[in-house]
């Protein structure tokens, strides 16, 4: 997300300034639609839970702490969203098991293009092979750089499981990959 000044337009935003919303939807779109591709794997619902997040946040900013990062609370209803389509995703899963399973192997990399601009592929197919847990903090590590201490809060699990997630995450690219080094943790780059 580029600088601006976020208070500024926060502050309209709950003073009920439409415009308020318009550039902090711009300004924040780009980062949050990106992470929302990574971590679902049902291209149909990308918009839904887009439309979504962006509408909690125009419900919710009211709730909003300035004294805590705009970004880490906006990611935080990004976060609550995705485990939220997820669960419904599972449900409909249960239901529909042999034809989920085929959509979902058809539809992982549809929006290939978009994602091979963004990302190298190699890295991206592999992250994609990871479970929804452990390739969340990849994503929120390494592509958004937070630390642990803000993946934690952003999942509500306590540090150490988002540490032990990221060393689970990291040991099975390794086993996946012929590019990893198996003793040395190397910085992956999914942008």
Same mark, same amino acid.
């Given at each position: 997300? !580029?600088?601006?000044?976020?208070?500024?337009?926060?502050? /309209?935003?709950?003073?009920?300034?439409?415009?308020?919303?318009?550039?902090?939807?711009?300004?924040? @779109?780009?980062?949050?639609?990106?992470?929302?591709?990574?971590?679902?794997?049902?291209?149909?619902?990308?918009?839904?839970?887009? &439309?979504?997040?962006? @509408?909690?946040?125009?419900?919710?900013?009211?709730?909003?702490?300035? &004294?805590?990062? @705009?970004?880490?609370?906006?990611?935080?209803?990004?976060?609550?969203?995705?485990?939220?389509?997820? =669960?419904?995703?599972?449900? /409909?899963?249960?239901?529909? !098991?042999? !034809?989920?399973?085929?959509?979902?192997?058809?539809?992982?990399?549809?929006? /290939?293009?978009?994602?091979?601009?963004?990302?190298?592929?190699?890295?991206?197919?592999?992250?994609?092979?990871?479970?929804?847990?452990?390739?969340?903090?990849?994503?929120?590590?390494?592509?958004?750089? @937070? =630390?642990?201490?803000?993946?934690?809060?952003?999942?509500?699990?306590?540090?150490?499981?988002?540490?032990?997630?990221?060393?689970?995450?990291?040991?099975?690219? /390794?086993?996946?990959?012929?590019?990893?080094?198996?003793?040395?943790?190397?910085?992956?780059?999914?942008?």
């Amino acid at each position: 997300m !580029k600088d601006i000044h976020i208070e500024h337009w926060i502050k /309209r935003l709950k003073e009920g300034d439409p415009s308020a919303f318009q550039v902090i939807y711009e300004w924040s @779109f780009p980062e949050i639609y990106r992470s929302v591709v990574f971590l679902m794997t049902d291209k149909h619902e990308i918009e839904d839970v887009m &439309n979504e997040i962006y @509408f909690q946040l125009w419900r919710s900013i009211d709730n909003y702490d300035a &004294n805590r990062p @705009f970004r880490l609370w906006l990611y935080g209803i990004a976060m609550k969203q995705i485990q939220k389509w997820r =669960t419904k995703s599972w449900r /409909r899963f249960r239901i529909f !098991k042999k !034809k989920r399973l085929l959509e979902v192997e058809e539809h992982l990399f549809s929006d /290939r293009r978009a994602l091979e601009i963004e990302t190298h592929g190699e890295m991206l197919a592999l992250v994609h092979q990871l479970s929804d847990k452990l390739r969340t903090v990849v994503i929120l590590r390494y592509y958004h750089d @937070f =630390t642990f201490d803000e993946i934690a809060e952003l999942l509500n699990i306590p540090a150490g499981t988002a540490k032990s997630r990221h060393h689970a995450a990291l040991k099975k690219l /390794r086993e996946l990959s012929p590019y990893l080094e198996p003793e040395k943790e190397q910085r992956l780059y999914v942008h």
